[in-house]
């Protein structure tokens, strides 16, 4: 039970972190956003380990954290490039569902088949994540955009190797010295980015509040990720952390006004349906 609450609580940080990164990504563009946001989340998690007596990871720990960052962040930067393409409708489910799909494969494979309602509540979830990432037409787009697959697809290859990748690191324990080595590694690879690039570091001190509160929101995601997964299984874990673009549409339908469809609402009570399944 623990780990179906830490990975619901997971969707909902990384949920909002989505959207506080929307919000931010507008101001200061998506890579100098997501710079920033890791670089004030690893001060944030030195500030706690000045008051958590956690034991550095070994080395081999310390080494999937590092390449968890850097595929998590490879998955990030081209999924915004993606969009950057006008290929929202099609970038975000994709990309979701393969980050949901690929823990599952190695979970059933490490951990065995889980029982006939947790399957159940897979398929549930992955539907969720699907059509709460659609607009009214969301699904005749992404038909239409067949051929557009492979950036989205990456980039939820990368999302899902962050996900077995951290699973692996944090399996001994512990949890905040295992996120400022994934940060590092996501870190080197932005600089790289920026410095290759040449793109521009400078950022309007007024966009400091939210890009601190996208930080810290994607701290507690990956946080109860990693709870999520020493409580319990990895694919369990990873499906209800996945269901992270429910609780952005959420905010988006609260404090934006925006308008949920059809599509989203079934998505919505699919989700529902899946955490009733997975708790089974």
């Not at 996208?214 to 409580?231: E, K, P, V």
């Not at 609780?247 to 469809?261: D, M």
């Amino acid at each position: 039970m623990l780990s179906i609450i830490f990975g619901l609580l997971s969707a909902l940080s990384w949920g909002a972190g989505d959207f506080t990164g929307g919000l931010a990504a507008r101001k200061v563009g998506a890579y100098r956003s997501v710079f920033y946001a890791e670089v004030i989340g690893v001060v944030f998690l030195f500030l706690v380990l000045a008051f958590v007596n956690e034991p550095i990871p070994d080395r081999r720990a310390q080494i999937f954290a590092l390449l968890a960052g850097a595929l998590g962040t490879i998955g990030l930067m081209l999924l915004y490039h993606s969009m950057t393409l006008g290929l929202m409708s099609v970038a975000a489910p994709v990309s979701a569902l393969l980050a949901a799909v690929l823990p599952v494969l190695v979970g059933i494979f490490t951990e065995g088949i889980p029982g006939i309602p947790t399957l159940i509540g897979f398929g549930f979830a992955l539907f969720a994540v699907w059509m709460v990432s659609q607009s009214e037409g969301g699904v005749k787009d992404i038909l239409s955009h067949l051929s557009d697959l492979k950036l989205p697809l990456l980039a939820g290859i990368g999302f899902g190797f962050y996900f077995v990748l951290m699973h692996q690191a944090a399996r001994d324990g512990g949890a905040v010295w295992h996120m400022v080595f994934s940060r590092t590694g996501g870190m080197a690879l932005i600089v790289t980015y920026l410095l290759v690039t040449r793109s521009s570091w400078k950022i309007e001190p007024s966009s400091l509040p939210i890009i601190s509160l996208n930080g810290i929101l994607d701290l507690g995601g990956n946080f109860f990720f990693i709870l999520a997964g020493q409580a319990g299984r990895l694919d369990v874990a990873s499906v209800l952390s996945s269901l992270f673009p429910g609780a952005t549409v959420i905010l988006a339908w609260i404090f934006l006004k925006e308008r949920l469809s059809r599509n989203q609402w079934v998505g919505v009570f699919c989700a529902l349906i899946a955490i009733v399944l997975l708790t089974l």
